[in-house]
């Protein structure tokens, strides 16, 4: 079992090009907005002297790789630079948005399975059925519909009509912050499900006509310990790589939700950044947002092995 | 109905007809009046081509057919229960500790998830209520059994890690694990390479005779038959053509049909002899024809054959034949 897992080490020195490729599209963002980067943050009013000050200041006036290292070097330090508009570092900045995003993911993702494992059970019980039918064409609305509008109808009928949930914000302790961020959360999880559920469904289906399944039926399994038993892990291999592709969606769809339900995570940083043109933060968040999604990556793959155990990341494939 | 032993059969299959349900009231017959018992620890084999529906008939007894399709009639009595209408609740309690089956592919049979040892011990868990440690103790010792070197190792190997033989003996050991009074076989060494067929074939047989486990073997090979079973039934076209002890049929067949599938495979006593085909095909299951399913390939055909349908009838004593010439084409011994 742990000897499968020693290709983790080798995964993660992987993900280092892929962490350096993300630090150049993070550092060249301030220089795709067109013109100088100083004088945007400064507005069309700003004298010349003022802009040329500022220029130095964000060391504009050196050459692009020289700007790249020093943006490394910065980084190596843990130093991400201030924030112009809170006037702070702007890595507490983040490291305070963190754990509001990661919990309305993690949170979106629990919600997502509560939701499609039993409904791609029930369907594939009886293949062609009526409740086939019906699970698999409901959910597609879920999935036609904008998020961020589900979002809004979420939070007039529930926080607004019956007020049942808060309106906005996150809460103080660990049961409000459930309570906060369920509409959010499970406007996400609405979202993507349709995706979970529909493969969850064919991949049940697969596990049902098995072999393995008869001779689980052979030993006397029926019912809840032949699904828990057999039907559940072997169906969710394949789901586990589309989740794991769906949680880096998830993380694109809280920076729209976050404004919706006035949460203060990433989401809400980065837009506010955004037109305030306060880059370094907006690098910041980028450059989170991507090591985030790279991190899931590897944990899929761990999952994935850890789930089948005929997966062996560490063998190479001769071809 | 005659019946194939003397003492009460351990599953008496009556007049079973399986089929494909097109609409109300009609059904694509797959499988059509099968009837044979098994006595108590008797080993029994249904052989047949592809498509004879001897697989099928295993399936309806194990409860395992395939969506779609149906039993039309007929009973499958095991003891006093019918196998056929059994709740699905009564089903698991005797599936394992009653009534087992053995699968004919080794590498897709097993959950390729779970260790082996545990699936083997799920049964025991279950039906002889063990605890998780004294299931896999019994769960070695069936591994054991079955003649797998280094079982405490073995148990806790995945189906990936094991060879076609030794995935087959894991499954032998897990139907057998709680001694079942009937253990349904469907080609259990098809898939197996020749040289590990004959020993797991052998240990199969063993085992089920150190348990007491009546067998009923699903084949389409005729050496592996005369090599296990004590009875047998010919199976073509979803029909019994002939009924009998296994030395008496490969004796003398009363059956066109016998004949020729004994003349088209090879026998090594004789390895002089040239092999001869049955020209033609099975007829489509969709469309039966109105006389012997037979008629269109058999060599002896006459006009009679093709018009009225035929019954599996007494010729002998405890033999039956579907044929109604019989006694114009071959010596009986009555």
């Not at chain 1, 289906?205 to 038993?229: C, H, I, M, P, Q």
């Not at chain 2, 030794?166 to 139907?175: F, N």
Request: proline share 7%; net charge neutral.
């Amino acid at each position: 079992m742990l000897g499968r897992l020693k290709f983790v080490p080798m995964r993660i020195l992987q993900a280092v090009p892929v962490a350096f490729g993300v630090t150049v599209v993070v550092f060249l963002l301030v220089h795709l907005i067109p013109g100088n980067p100083a004088e945007s943050i400064l507005g069309a009013q700003a004298t010349p002297a003022r802009v040329a000050a500022l220029s130095k200041q964000m060391g504009l006036d050196e050459s692009l790789p020289q700007q790249y290292l020093h943006f490394l070097s910065n980084l190596a330090h843990g130093n991400l630079g201030q924030s112009y508009t809170y006037q702070t570092s702007v890595l507490s900045l983040v490291l305070q948005r963190v754990p509001v995003t990661l919990t309305l993911v993690l949170y979106s993702v629990v919600l997502m399975l509560i939701i499609s494992v039993p409904l791609s059970a029930w369907a594939a019980s009886r293949p062609g059925g009526a409740r086939d039918h019906a699970v698999r064409v409901v959910p597609l609305v879920g999935l036609g519909m904008p998020q961020f509008w589900v979002g809004v109808m979420l939070l007039l009928v529930f926080a607004v009509g019956f007020k049942w949930f808060p309106v906005g914000g996150y809460g103080q302790t660990f049961s409000q912050h459930l309570w906060y961020l369920f509409l959010p959360a499970l406007t996400l999880a609405i979202s993507v499900s349709p995706v979970i559920i529909r493969s969850l469904r064919s991949s049940m289906l697969n596990v049902l006509e098995s072999d393995y399944v008869a001779t689980a039926r052979s030993k006397g399994a029926g019912g809840w310990s032949l699904f828990s038993g057999h039907v559940l892990r072997n169906a969710v291999i394949p789901a586990v790589s589309i989740v794991g592709v769906n949680v880096g969606y998830l993380v694109g769809g809280t920076l729209v939700i976050e404004q919706v339900f006035a949460i203060p995570g990433l989401g809400s940083l980065l837009i506010g950044s955004i037109q305030a043109r306060d880059f370094p933060s907006v690098q910041a968040v980028a450059l989170f947002v991507a090591v985030f999604v790279v991190v899931v990556g590897v944990l899929t793959d761990i999952v994935y092995t850890l789930l089948d155990p005929r997966v062996d990341l560490t063998r190479r494939i001769e071809v | 109905m005659p019946t194939d032993t003397q003492l009460k059969p351990v599953l008496s299959v009556q007049h079973v007809s399986l089929g494909i349900r097109r609409s109300e009231g009609h059904w694509d017959p797959l499988v059509r009046d099968v009837s044979f018992d098994v006595g108590a620890g008797m080993r029994y084999g249904l052989v047949g081509e592809s498509g004879s529906g001897k697989s099928m008939t295993l399936k309806a007894i194990a409860g395992l057919l395939p969506r779609g399709v149906e039993v039309i009639e007929g009973q499958a009595w095991f003891g006093d229960e019918d196998l056929l209408t059994m709740s699905a609740g009564r089903r698991r309690q005797i599936m394992g500790p009653k009534l087992s089956m053995i699968f004919q592919e080794p590498m897709t049979a097993l959950n390729p998830t779970m260790r082996v040892g545990a699936q083997i011990a799920e049964g025991p868990r279950r039906h002889l209520g063990l605890s998780k440690k004294a299931a896999m103790d019994l769960a070695v010792e069936m591994i054991a059994r079955t003649g797998i070197p280094d079982p405490v190792r073995r148990a806790r190997a995945y189906p990936h890690e094991l060879s076609g033989g030794l995935r087959q003996r894991v499954m032998i050991a897990m139907a057998l694990s709680c001694q079942p009074a009937l253990v349904l076989c469907d080609e259990p060494t098809t898939a197996l390479d020749v040289t590990v067929q004959d020993q797991v074939l052998r240990l199969l047989t063993q085992l089920c005779e150190d348990m007491g486990s009546a067998l009923v073997f699903v084949t389409h090979d005729l050496a592996v038959i005369s090599q296990t079973c004590s009875r047998l039934s010919v199976m073509y076209a979803g029909q019994i053509m002939e009924q009998g002890s296994v030395r008496d049929v490969y004796r003398a067949p009363l059956h066109p049909y016998t004949e020729a599938l004994f003349e088209s495979a090879p026998d090594f006593d004789d390895p002089e002899r040239m092999l001869k085909p049955i020209p033609g095909l099975p007829p489509s299951l969709t469309h039966p024809l109105p006389g012997c399913a037979f008629a269109p390939r058999c060599r002896h055909v006459v006009e009679a054959c093709t018009t009225s349908a035929k019954q599996l009838a007494p010729v002998a004593d405890s033999r039956l034949t579907a044929c109604d010439r019989v006694h114009e084409i071959f010596e009986v011994n009555a």
